[in-house]
C-alpha cells in the first residue's frame, strides 16, 4: 500500500465518532479484573520463566500466520495453538467454563463481563511499541472502569448485503423476513444478533427489551426461519461461497463478504438501512489465569505491527486499529467496502452497546429455542 497522509484525518474522525458512540463502555460499574499488580524485587526473583507457548481462543480464519506474522518471525520457536468459539456468548462461556487460553479475542458489548467476573488482566500499554499507532480514540474502547484491559484490533460495519440481480433495493433490515425471497436469505447464527435487529425493525431500545419485547422476537424468528437457506456461522467458510454462486440473495454480513463478493464480480450491493448500520469492534485480552502474560503482550503489540494489521485489511477486508494502515488504503474495492468516500454512513450508523450479563444470557437462550423449532 501507498500511504496517503491525507486520509488519516478521515479515520482519525471515524474513530472519534464509535468512541463517541460507545462511551458506556468505559462507565464506571463493575468490579476490578483481578490481575497480578506487579510484584516486589525479591519475588521477582524467584518466579520461574514463562512457558514459550501461548493458547488463543480466537475466531475461525485468525488462525491463520498472516494474521501475527510478526510475532511468528520474532519468535520462530514459540509455540501457538488455537482453540475457536462460534461467537461471543460462546467465547464468554468457555472462558467461564475454565478455557487455559492465554489470550482471548471477542467484540464490543462484552467488555464488562470479563473485569466483572475477573477473567482478564489489566494492559501495560508502556510495554506495546505499536500502542502510539492506535488513535487515542480506539484506545478507549477497550477501556473498563478508566482501566486498559483491551487491545483493540479488527473493526467493521453489519448490515444487509443483496444480490441486485434478485433484489431491486434495500431499505430496511426487514428484508430478512421478506418472503419473496423465501429459500435464499442468510441470517448469522447469533442471538444478541438477532436480538439487535428485531430492535432496529420495531424501533425498540436494545438495552431495554422487556419480555414481552422478547417473546414477540423469538415469535417472528421463528417464523422466520424456514425463509433462511441456513444460518451461518462462518463469513468465509459458508456465507460468501453462497452469496458468489448467487444462492444466497439477501444476508446478514459483514463488509468483508462484501468486498470478496465485488473482487469477484457478483452483482452486489451492501444496504444503508433506514434504521442505520451496524458497526463492531474486536478487542483482545489477556487471562487473568495466563502463565505466560508478557509473551501475549508481545503477541498483542506485534497484531498491532504494520504487516499483520496490513493482512486484516486486505485479506479478510476488515478494518484495523493501526492508523497508518488505515491511511494508507489506496484499493477502490476497499473504499467503497469501507465507505472511505461517504462519511455520512457513520451519522447513521448504530454502534453496539453493552448490556447486561442478564440480557446476554436471555437473548443467547431465545435463539436457542428459535433453532431447535
Not at 126 to 153: F, I, R, T
Not at 274 to 288: F, T
Amino acid at each position: 500500500m501507498t500511504i496517503q497522509l491525507q486520509r488519516e484525518g478521515r479515520w482519525l474522525a471515524l474513530v472519534t465518532i464509535l468512541c463517541l458512540a460507545l462511551a458506556a463502555c468505559t462507565g464506571e460499574t463493575g468490579a476490578s479484573a483481578a490481575g497480578p499488580s506487579s510484584a516486589p524485587a525479591s519475588e521477582e526473583a524467584s518466579v520461574e520463566p514463562e512457558p514459550d507457548e501461548l493458547l488463543v481462543l480466537e475466531w475461525a480464519g485468525y488462525e491463520a500466520e498472516d494474521f501475527w506474522v510478526e510475532f511468528a518471525e520474532a519468535n520462530a520457536d514459540t509455540q501457538v495453538d488455537f482453540e475457536f468459539g462460534a461467537n461471543d456468548a460462546d467465547i464468554l462461556a468457555q472462558m467461564q467454563a475454565g478455557s487455559q487460553a492465554d489470550i482471548f479475542h471477542f467484540y464490543t458489548g462484552w467488555q464488562q463481563f470479563y473485569v466483572d467476573e475477573g477473567l482478564v488482566r489489566e494492559i501495560d500499554t508502556s510495554k506495546l511499541a505499536n500502542w502510539d499507532k492506535v488513535p487515542d480514540e480506539m484506545k478507549a474502547l477497550g477501556q473498563v472502569n478508566g482501566k486498559q484491559y483491551y487491545v483493540p484490533w479488527d473493526w467493521g460495519f453489519t448490515s444487509i448485503l443483496y444480490n441486485t440481480d434478485h433484489v431491486a433495493e434495500v431499505t430496511s433490515w426487514d428484508a430478512l423476513f421478506n418472503e419473496e425471497y423465501a429459500g435464499h436469505i442468510s441470517m448469522w447464527d447469533d442471538g444478541p444478533a438477532a436480538v439487535t435487529v428485531s430492535a432496529y425493525i420495531n424501533g425498540w431500545d436494545e438495552t431495554a427489551i422487556t419480555d414481552e419485547q422478547l417473546a414477540q422476537i423469538e415469535a417472528d424468528w421463528i417464523e422466520q426461519k424456514p425463509l433462511n437457506l441456513h444460518y451461518w456461522d462462518s463469513e468465509y467458510e459458508n456465507l460468501c461461497p453462497e452469496v458468489i454462486s448467487g444462492d444466497i440473495w439477501v444476508a446478514y454480513a459483514w463488509q468483508g463478504c462484501y468486498a470478496t463478493a465485488l473482487y469477484e464480480g457478483v452483482p452486489v450491493a451492501y444496504a444503508n438501512p433506514e434504521e442505520g448500520r451496524n458497526s463492531w469492534v474486536g478487542l483482545y485480552g489477556i487471562s487473568a489465569t495466563s502463565d505466560s502474560p508478557e509473551l501475549a503482550l508481545e503477541f498483542l503489540d506485534a497484531k498491532l505491527g504494520e504487516m499483520s494489521c496490513g493482512n486484516a485489511v486486505t485479506l479478510f477486508y476488515y478494518g484495523c486499529a493501526n492508523a497508518d494502515v488505515m491511511a494508507a488504503i489506496d484499493d477502490e474495492t476497499l473504499i467503497e467496502a469501507f465507505a472511505i468516500n461517504d462519511p455520512g454512513v457513520l451519522e447513521t450508523t448504530n454502534f453496539t452497546p453493552p448490556v447486561t450479563a442478564e440480557q446476554r444470557d436471555a437473548w443467547t437462550a431465545m435463539w436457542t429455542r428459535v433453532k431447535a423449532e
